[in-house]
């Protein structure tokens, strides 16, 4: 099976850096995906490493290290938009991957 | 492009009604899938389907059924519904199989009396 731990809450202020971290434990592994939650709405979709190293997009970046069974990701220059819950996921490997399991989440608040 | 949509919005139910939640995309997407979101915890997949024409369980099947009634609706059945089953629902879909861009509906609350 796969289980997957993120802190629950994470604090910042505006203009800040932060980093929510994400570690699993997988029989196989595919990937790793970030989506984004305000206010109990839709998911969204953030972003998806399958390979060692950073991706950036915009603001925000995300990070994977395979041998470590972690990953994070990285919101700068922080807005108070940005106050949202946060979910890793990885994806099932016993369908072919095509399901995603995903983290309890991480609900970050952004202070002035 | 509505994208996922989701009806209804809220419902109140008392134990052992029944409804049926819907959910349509209109993305031409291949797989779609249902979960439920309680509190403080992560989206759990109740059910799926790979493609038209299939559906599966995932983690928290009991005490749901679905359909698959076309490439473009998924909808979700409580035959009998109870307290524990109060959550927030979300429909989801993806191109295909294996992809890792799942795209989300806004959700049904639904509360169990």
């Known amino acids: 099976g796969q289980s997957l731990e993120q802190p629950s809450e994470v604090t910042a202020v505006e203009g800040a850096i932060v980093q929510i971290n994400c570690t699993y434990q997988t029989s196989g592994f595919y990937g790793l995906s970030w989506y984004q939650q305000h206010d109990g709405g839709a998911p969204t979709f953030l972003s998806y490493n399958a390979l060692d190293g950073l991706e950036e997009t915009g603001r925000f970046s995300s990070f994977l290290s395979r041998s470590d069974s972690y990953g994070y990701l990285l919101l700068q220059e922080l807005q108070m938009k940005d106050s949202a819950s946060y979910f890793c996921a990885v994806r099932d490997l016993d369908n072919q991957g095509g399901k995603l399991i995903f983290g309890q989440g991480t609900e970050l608040s952004v202070k002035p | ?113």
């Open chain 2, 1 to 113: 492009n509505a994208g996922v949509t989701q009806t209804p919005k809220f419902q109140v139910l008392k134990t052992g009604q029944s409804m049926t939640l819907q959910c349509a995309q209109d993305m031409n997407h291949n797989s779609m899938y249902w979960y439920r979101q309680d509190p403080g915890m992560g989206l759990r997949l109740i059910y799926y389907s790979a493609s038209e024409g299939t559906t599966d369980k995932g983690e928290v099947p009991n005490g749901y059924n679905v359909s698959r009634l076309n490439k473009r609706e998924f909808s979700l059945r409580l035959e009998s519904a109870a307290p524990s089953q109060t959550s927030v629902y979300f429909c989801a879909s993806s191109s295909n199989w294996g992809t890792d861009t799942q795209y989300f509906g806004p959700g049904t609350r639904l509360t169990v009396l």
